[in-house]
């Protein structure tokens, strides 16, 4: 009966076993399938960056660049002339280049200044819902949360003329205007990390004659450095990539951000069919530093965050 009993048990193990694994295949099959969905336009932009401009149709369908080449990423940053691809027979080649530089400098100047802005005005009026009573605290911040629910191209006209009225269309200050404030979702982000910090050492601080100002500057804010970086990462990934407002305030060249002068790029075509090797490799160019940022403080934000024990 012993051995019976033990044959049983083996059995039934051995039949979990082949469930689990089959289930853990079904897991990682589905798991597999998204990486590859998130990743292949990616691959296949860097592909078509890549390719040679003079056969770009000719071999369209095959996975791998045909003839590998850097003349596309050389045109885009203006280190090539185009006209002798152009008389090689690639009519899809624009004949203009982009300021790269310009427009990089550009898009970090404006992503910057709104990540900055919108992070430190955001921890002051979240350190403010957290620890401050005022009348009608709550149902004020609960008013503002439901900012979240509004899209922001309701906002999109008002904001407009607002700004057209006071004459800031076609400058810096009009494409940083309505970004470089708070956000609802970054108060409230900020909000919980506050509430989840003891209070012990800020009414100490006070005690010994520190204002609040001091004490939210002091002591408050620099161990919110997880919680700042994270908001601070995705401020500017979402300045970074952002495209309709200063495609329509920053008129002017020398205003003009990075995302905006794709666009401009890939009209430039006279036959009017996109430069898309072109467009890809400056789009692959426009992407490394957001790239750059999550591999050198994507852990350590992650690391950050997981130390404050939030939850």
Known sequence: ?????????????????????????????????????TIFPFYWVVRTALNDPTALFTHASELLPYNPTTINFERVLGLVDPAPLIAAGATNISPGTINFW???????????????????FSSMAAYAFARFKFPFRDV???????????????????????????GWIGTFQGMVAPFILMTPFAVFFMR????????????????????????????????????????????????WNEYLWPFLVGRDENLRVLTVALNIFKSQTPQGMPDWTGLMAGTVISIVPTIILFVFFGRRVVDSIQFSGFK
Not at 142 to 166: C, D, H, S, W
Request: net charge positive; proline share 3%.
């Open 1 to 37: 009966m012993t051995a019976i009993s033990q044959t049983k048990v083996q059995e039934r193990q051995a039949a979990a076993a082949r469930r689990f694994n089959f289930g853990s295949a079904i897991t990682w099959f589905f798991i597999g399938l998204l990486i590859f969905i």
């Open 102 to 120: 310009v427009f990089l400098r550009n898009s970090f100047m404006f992503a910057g200044v709104i990540t900055i802005g919108q992070t430190l």
């Open 140 to 166: 004020i911040f609960f008013i503002y949360l439901t900012g979240l629910m509004i899209p922001g191209i309701v906002l999109f006209i008002p904001n407009y003329v607002f700004i057209r009225q006071i």
């Open 192 to 239: 919980q990390f506050f509430l989840s910090l003891n209070k012990d050492l800020e009414e100490a601080a006070l005690l010994d004659g520190s204002t609040h100002f001091g004490v939210f500057w002091r002591i408050s804010l620099p161990l919110m450095r997880g919680p700042l970086m994270t908001l601070a990462l995705l401020t500017f990934i979402g300045s």
